[in-house]
């Protein structure tokens, strides 16, 4: 199995001040009471999940509605409502796929997005299971400017 690059609070405030600006900060966490709202797999080229990373509702939520403008205030209510938009879940689902730069370098194998989960389908997953039982997890909390704080943690091989 291949093994790539474990991102690190620094790489990931790196990529995503890209998307939202010199105000953003992010940095490591402990996830152990993390609420998973949404858990994106990375496969590798014969579609093995080789990483996942589990995002709570903040995260997800502030994510996606910072790239469309949303009103903080109308993702505060999703938050409340425990609830995103599919427009926000569809921003998500890009942030992610950028998310996949940081597992690779310019000699690595190849690893793309695979499917965002649920969380409670995430936890039936084979295959996260698997994941979860063998690889590398690191936990970051990351502040979106004008929006809030989430959570994700990051599980790679």
């Known amino acids: 199995m291949t093994t790539f690059l474990v991102p690190t609070s620094e790489t990931v405030s790196d990529l995503l001040k890209m998307l939202y600006g010199d105000d953003l900060s992010s940095s490591d966490c402990n996830v ?3 609420l998973p709202y949404r858990v994106a797999t990375f496969v590798d080229d014969e579609n093995n ?13 502030y994510s996606g509605a ?10 505060d209510d999703m938050i409340s409502d425990k609830e995103a938009t599919s427009s926000v879940l569809d921003n998500f689902h890009e942030v992610m796929n950028i998310y996949s730069k940081l597992f690779m370098t310019e000699t690595s194998a190849h690893l793309r997005l695979g499917k965002i989960l649920e969380a409670a ?5 084979v295959s996260v299971q698997a994941l979860n039982a063998t690889a590398t997890t690191v936990g970051f909390d990351v502040s979106i400017p004008e929006y809030g704080s989430g959570k994700m943690m990051t599980i790679v091989t």
């Open 49 to 61: 999940v080789v990483a996942a990373v589990a995002c709570d509702i903040e995260f997800v939520v």
């Open 32 to 34: 152990d009471d993390m």
């Open 66 to 75: 910072a790239l469309s403008m949303i009103p903080s205030g109308g993702a």
């Open 121 to 125: 389908d995430a936890a039936d997953s």
